[in-house]
């Protein structure tokens, strides 16, 4: 792949756009799942104002990498070029299978929600199963719509058992399962079918990971963790009382399902403060988990999510185990891909009790298993501003106690009588400037400007105070 892209560089370099596009078309009907070569293409039509073309390809590039960095400004770029003739070739290389997918509706008592639920997944499937437990009017709103079907069950504690149970009913080759909370965003639409036909070719089970956009007081929190898409008749199963998880008859800890993230966007409103409470879910939550750490103790997400929901519960104490619990667990499962997590609510338990050096302990624990994970090097920072900030007042604890013990001293070893003169003073204007007091420190340093040992680092630091300054005040204009 590096090959490939340095020769394609080259031919962009070289200006030789209509070669490199034709290198990338032969290399994508070999490989269509590589979002990068999907990207190269795009700019290559790009650069040859083929604004719709390059659309449609950038499109699929980022149906297959939703979390890409370039969007915003390759949409933006796109904006500007000329829409151009369609083009057939490109047509063709974006041509996919046509499969039928169901979309399935976990719902208890959700009349609320259920029919802005249904009207948004309308045009993107081609039925729609509504997996019901409800004692409200949930059955007859969604028994309005067309292509709804509804299947009543009974509630047993358990979400994947629900699930489950609503699997044989789905007549279609796809499934997608959608929250009654949920509104499938309206230019994905199309993305629900067309991932399909993309992933339905392969030989291994594909499992595709939709984008919760969830709305927690007024801030959205982009999620790709959670399995929703699959193929119906392939041996794909829910396993879980809650947290419910995708797998085989192998369970969950096995390399036999493809996963990849989509850009299928589902906007979600259950993890809002007042839904929370008004549903009691942290109660019912933790009351499954801790079944099925009863039912399934090895199982290291089982105390992942218990200790998160302990957490969120407040029940400190009880969730710092089930994390611990967790952490040896997951380390004894190399499949097990939520370490990340349980580090991260580690560090976070860590913070809160000022307990600076176990929570960099943990940061470098995820960090040496998963090296590119950007949130545990932003915590890594988070932990040493804040060991930074103890050190800091510790040194001034040490300067001032040395001013307190100069006039008392009456040791064989001679004291250092600078340190009372200029020298302690000094340095708690350096500690002043680390700290941001740059007032405090330029007055410090202006009093022992003129003194014979330290002019010239005293000049250097107050001209610096003053870029500062100066930089800070434009800043703020």
């Known amino acids: 792949m590096q090959q490939l892209q340095e020769s394609i560089i080259a031919l962009f370099q070289q200006q030789q756009f209509t070669e490199a596009e034709n290198v990338l078309k032969q290399a994508i009907s070999k490989n269509p799942l590589d979002a990068q070569l999907w990207v190269m293409l795009g700019e290559a039509l790009l650069l040859q104002n083929q604004g719709q073309a390059a659309k449609r390809v950038f499109d699929r590039a980022w149906l297959l990498d939703p979390q890409a960095q370039w969007v915003n400004h390759i949409y933006k770029k796109l904006g500007q070029v000329s829409s151009a003739q ?3 070739d490109i047509d063709e290389l974006l041509k996919v299978p046509k499969v039928t997918v169901a979309a399935a509706i976990l719902a208890q008592n959700e009349a609320a929600n259920i029919a802005n639920c249904i009207m948004a997944l309308q045009g993107a499937v081609d039925e729609i199963l509504v997996v019901d437990s409800s004692t409200d009017e949930t059955r007859r709103i969604a028994a ?3 292509k709804v079907k509804v299947i009543p069950i009974t509630w047993e504690d358990d979400f994947a058992g629900a699930r489950n149970s609503g699997l044989p009913h789905v007549e279609s080759d796809w499934v997608i399962w959608v929250d009654a909370d949920d509104i499938l965003v309206p230019e994905d639409v199309a993305s629900v079918r067309e991932a399909a036909g993309v992933f339905h070719h392969l030989d291994i ?8 956009l969830n709305q927690v007081s007024g801030t959205v929190y982009h999620d790709f963790s959670q399995i929703r898409m699959f193929p119906v008749r392939r041996g794909l199963r829910f396993l879980g009382r809650v947290h419910e998880q995708i797998g085989t008859s192998k369970g969950i800890f096995h390399n036999d399902i493809y996963r990849r ?4 966007r589902l906007q979600h409103h259950g993890y809002e403060p007042s839904v929370m409470q008004s549903r009691a879910k942290f109660e019912r939550n933790l009351r499954l988990l801790k079944l099925m750490t009863q039912e399934e103790p090895d199982n290291p997400g089982h105390w992942l999510y218990y200790g998160r929901e302990s957490l969120g519960a407040g029940e400190e104490e009880q969730a710092l185990a089930a994390l611990l619990e967790a952490e040896r667990l997951g380390l004894q499962t190399p499949s097990f891909g939520r370490m990340p997590d349980v580090y991260k609510f580690l560090v976070q338990m860590m913070m809160v009790r000022k307990d600076y050096s176990q929570a960099e302990t943990y940061c470098l624990k995820a960090i040496t298993l998963n090296p ?4 545990m090097h932003f915590n890594l920072a988070q932990v040493r501003m804040k060991q930074a900030d103890a050190l800091l007042r510790l040194a001034e604890s040490s300067i001032k106690k040395s001013l307190t013990c100069l006039p008392n001293y009456r040791g064989s070893v001679s004291a250092d009588y600078q340190i009372g003169e200029w020298k302690a003073e000094v340095a708690l204007g350096e500690l002043a400037m680390r700290a941001g007091k740059l007032s405090r420190a330029r007055g410090i340093f202006n009093k022992h400007l003129n003194h014979p040992d330290i002019t010239e680092g005293m000049k250097s630091k107050i001209t610096a105070i003053e870029s500062e300054r100066q930089r800070l005040n434009k800043d703020h204009a």
Do not use: C, N, S, T
Not at 261 to 264: G, L, P, Q, T
Not at 372 to 375: G, I, Q, S, V, W
């Open 86 to 88: 369609r083009r057939e």
């Open 144 to 146: 309005r719509y067309p």
């Open 372 to 375: 590119d994970f950007p949130d």
């Open 205 to 212: 089970v594909p499992a595709l990971h939709v984008w919760h």
């Open 261 to 264: 993230a989509v850009k299928i």
